[in-house]
């Protein structure tokens, strides 16, 4: 959008000049006319489902939209490529999938350069219009060939001059972690949504905290009908109402757990309501399946051109209006968690495949803090209160495959995937999406690969759990609340908490070497240690580990867990009498099986080391050499996520989700005590020489997940 005003009359006196001379001699479509194209109204709402009156959404009152769908078309099952705004809005802009054209990682610019539905308006004459009083949102992942917009509002366009206006409405978006705008407009609503009224997902606990964090959300709702509905008005005030295409529609689905971010049918459905011009399709209601891709091809359509590039969006308008039998759709990177999921729908069935299950459903950091539900629904899963369809919503991990009948199951609650009696079905919605990975050049699956049915991975644990601790390490400094420092001596070095520090969503620590020893220590490092002690569940952290200098590997990082005494925020002690039980997830590179012909960031101890209560070791399970880990052309200095799994009987360690080591550790054979987490960074060469410092690990987060109570 022009800040210019002399920028922005010039535009708009070429964007004239432009319709003057296609009016004249410009290409049209074959059903070129000499009457002017009508103006086109794009209304974005943020983060909503189909939660509207005319849907039949219980409990909330949408009139001004209501009455905009009765004087058009209603769309039933129209769905965006992508279940966040940034993906979606990249696919409507371009008329693409993201995926074809690198635009598929949330709020990322990719590489591609992409031709815009603007900009192809722009050549046969429209004024593009930019926000109209409302928000300006844009949020693509790519960068358009040229200028989308030639100013803020469809009154700046030239005497007689057609109009593309595309706006957003962004009250349905949580905007602030406290929840106070949305509490705001529930307190000064003329009509709040009854609690009584409202209908509940089943996948959702019917708790208080829950029902109102809903009501509130279809309050949202409310308040931007009412913007609608002020649009509505001054379209008609103006004399522009009657012969204009307006278009109302969600980016992507509602900001609810299991909903935005996730391609199920309340993340990818939104609503979609045309209002054609001159009153045509009046009263319309499709019930098969569009794209949100097709609004794209749509509106070139309507405005008498073609798009700059092909694209994959097909015209909803004309005498075959087109539908689809099959809608594909894909999530990446959504904050800072990755996750890559692709999902296939032929109107019945769906078919999602995780690629990266291990994960579970974890949400980004903004989610988290953007969710109310989450913590009570953490409360009730970690206290065995959830149903089977509610501990979905948080569980840990998920499945490879889903696979659900849409029409028995519509919340996608009984996941059919390992059913034999639906291997046929399966077969042939895998066969599509392949074919669609394939045909668009996913460029979110390069250097993916998806571990397949008959993998061992994440996705084997029989136990279910639910986030119960955690740290994102955003901020500036150590969360003391959750970390105590490490300070004491250990091997060749010493640990400073000055070598502890958190930037940019990552804690660092720090191994240096020191110019003069202290203590005898010839290097300082660092280290953290969870406040919190923990038992039986799921230890996961993501971390990159350096790689330090030289010729010799003397230093060492670890992920590990043990008991400790902390005392005045920092351990006072690495050798209490109370540990019994040290697991370290990784040590790398593992210096005590020093071999020069294996690289060192490819190569991890993973082991449980037993002590008796005099601190002298018992025993390692497994026994070394066979507790070493060694993966081929792994490059540690990259991130990965390296987690294991304590059960009553044996300790499973993982790397990037996939199985790599497997202690037999039986409560009735050794006493499992509670541990802490330590995160770490010494120096430490046992059989070798020199130290290869300085070095660093970073860890990006770390998450605890509680069993769930039988």
Known sequence: MFSNPSRRLLATLVASLAWVLASCSGPRAENETSERPPDIIWILAEDISNELSCYGEPGVSTPHIDQLAAEGTRYERAYCSGPACSTSRSGMMSGLYQTRIDAHDHRRIGSATVPTFPEALRQVGYFNALGAGYSDKTDLNFTPTGTLFDGADWSEAGEGQPTFTQLTLYGTHRLDAAGNDWRAIRENSPNPVDLDAVEL???????????????????????????????????????????AMIIFCGDNGRCHLRAKNWPYEPGLKVPLIIKWPNGERAGEVVKDMVSMLDVTATVLDVAGTDPLQPIDGRSLGGDNPSTRDLIFAGRDMAGEVQDHIRSVCDGRWKYIRNYMPEHGYVESKYTV????????????????????????????????????DLENDPHEINNLAADPTHAGIKATLIGHLDNWIEETGDTGLKGVSWWGEAATDASTSNQTYVLEWQDEFTGNTLDTDLWAYREDNKHQSIQRRENVSVADGALRLNLRVLDTPID??????????????????????????????????GWHHSFWAMAAEIQDGKVATTYPGIRRTEIDCFENPTEHLYE??????????????VWNEQGTEWGRLPKP???????????????HIYAFEWTPETINFYVDGKITQVAAYPADEHAHDEVNVWLTAISANWNHPGDQIPSKAEYDYFRYYAPVKD
């Open 201 to 243: 997902p089943p996948y959702f606990p019917d708790i208080p905290e829950v029902r109102e964090d809903w009501a509130v959300y279809l309050d949202q709702i409310q308040h931007m009908d009412g913007q609608v509905g002020d649009i509505i008005a001054r379209l008609k005030a103006e004399g522009r109402y009657d012969d």
């Open 369 to 404: 803090e953007h969710r109310p539900m989450l913590a009570p629904m953490k409360r009730l899963g970690i206290e065995g209160k959830l149903t089977d369809a509610q501990l979905m919503v948080i569980q840990k991990p998920k499945p490879l495959e889903e696979l659900y």
């Open 520 to 553: 005898g220590k010839t290097a300082s490092g660092a280290g953290v240690v969870s406040n919190r002690r923990f038992h039986y569940g799921w230890y996961e952290a993501r971390a990159r580990l350096g790689n330090g200098t030289g010729e010799e590997r």
């Open 596 to 609: 020069p012909e294996i690289n060192g960031l490819g190569k991890f101890v993973q082991h449980v080391i």
């Open 625 to 639: 050499p066979a507790d070493r880990t060694i993966i081929p052309d792994f490059d540690a200095s990259e991130w």
